[in-house]
């Protein structure tokens, strides 16, 4: 359905954009009510000593009817959902991209980086 494809991009797109997978303390929580996509992203250190989180949202009420067509090339993060609105998708995916990138400015990538390395030990 819809909901479920709005927000498994938006979720998708903020791990992408951390390069985020099991070996890092990643979490990512989603919500779309009234045409609004909420996304709650946070990044924490290993021992849980240090954690950045952030929510943000976006509309993604768009209809289908304010479209040119299909595009058969539609794809987002490795999604293609043909009877989802194209700019409601565009809306989800720059959504996690841009709470990520909230959280990379506020220092994510120095915590994801640590929790890598020891990780990696």
């Given at each position: ?14 791990m ?15 919500l779309?009510k ?37 595009d ?32 990379l ?14 990780s990696?030990?």
């Amino acid at each position: 359905d819809e909901e479920t494809v709005l927000r498994c991009i938006t979720e998708r797109a903020f791990m992408k954009h951390l390069e985020g997978g099991c070996s890092v303390p990643v979490a990512v929580s989603t919500l779309l009510k009234d045409g609004q996509l909420y996304l709650t992203g946070a990044v924490y250190s290993l021992d849980g000593s240090d954690a950045l989180q952030e929510t943000m949202q976006k509309n993604v009420n768009f209809s289908l009817e304010n479209e040119d067509g299909p595009d058969d090339n539609l794809q987002h993060v490795g999604i293609t959902a043909r009877s989802v609105p194209r700019l409601a998708q565009e809306a989800a995916e720059r959504l996690g991209q841009e709470v990520a990138d909230l959280l990379l400015s506020k220092g994510a990538k120095q915590i994801l980086s640590v929790a890598r390395q020891l990780s990696s030990a």
